[in-house]
């Protein structure tokens, strides 16, 4: 029974590390539930302060996933209307064209608001760049903490 459930942590893991490049699958989500099955499965390999800093880790992470297009965005010079166009053009990104809805959908959300509040095509733009490295930089963040969580399980495995 236990390499029912090591087999099912692995299939976890790896879910969790490609949810994080597609964008319909919750990738620390599924790493951190790997460790949790591993936790039970190996008869506690991990302190529950560890398992609790990891579940906050990953919430915060998930989180911010979803703020820091936004951030970006403000960040490269972009106004209220191009945070709006972001938000909206990442939850239409989402329903409506997955996967790549949720790269583009910021990015064109935030021109598009941009562009409606009267800036020049540079601005909005450049807050468009800000928009994307955003979602860049959140990808990067929930790949590490991916890894990172990944090398936790495989260490324990072994």
Same mark, same amino acid.
């Given at each position: 029974?236990?390499?029912?459930?090591?087999?099912?942590?692995?299939?976890?893991?790896?879910?969790?590390?490609?949810?994080?490049?597609? /964008?319909?699958?919750?990738?620390?989500?599924?790493?951190?539930?790997?460790?949790?099955?591993?936790?039970?499965?190996?008869? =506690? /390999?991990?302190?529950?302060?560890?398992?609790?800093?990891?579940?906050?880790?990953?919430?915060?992470?998930?989180?911010?996933?979803?703020?820091?297009?936004?951030?970006?965005?403000?960040?490269?010079?972009?106004?209220?209307?191009?945070?709006?166009?972001?938000?909206?053009?990442?939850?239409?990104?989402?329903?409506?064209? /997955? /996967?790549?809805?949720?790269?583009?959908?910021?990015?064109?959300?935030?021109?598009?608001? =941009?562009?409606?509040?009267?800036?020049?095509?540079?601005?909005?733009?450049?807050?468009?760049?800000?928009?994307?490295?955003?979602?860049?930089?959140?990808?990067?963040?929930?790949?590490?903490?991916?890894?990172?969580?990944?090398?936790?399980?495989?260490?324990?495995?072994?």
């Amino acid at each position: 029974m236990e390499w029912l459930w090591i087999t099912l942590g692995v299939v976890l893991t790896i879910a969790g590390l490609a949810g994080c490049i597609i /964008p319909l699958l919750p990738g620390p989500p599924l790493s951190y539930i790997g460790l949790v099955i591993i936790q039970f499965a190996l008869n =506690e /390999p991990f302190t529950y302060r560890f398992m609790a800093i990891w579940l906050l880790v990953t919430i915060a992470v998930t989180l911010l996933d979803y703020y820091v297009p936004i951030w970006g965005t403000k960040k490269f010079g972009g106004s209220r209307s191009g945070i709006w166009g972001a938000t909206l053009g990442l939850l239409i990104g989402i329903f409506f064209l /997955p /996967p790549l809805g949720m790269i583009a959908g910021p990015f064109f959300g935030a021109v598009i608001g =941009e562009m409606f509040s009267g800036r020049d095509s540079a601005t909005a733009f450049r807050a468009g760049m800000g928009s994307f490295i955003g979602f860049l930089a959140g990808t990067i963040m929930k790949l590490a903490v991916s890894f990172i969580m990944a090398f936790y399980f495989f260490k324990a495995i072994i």
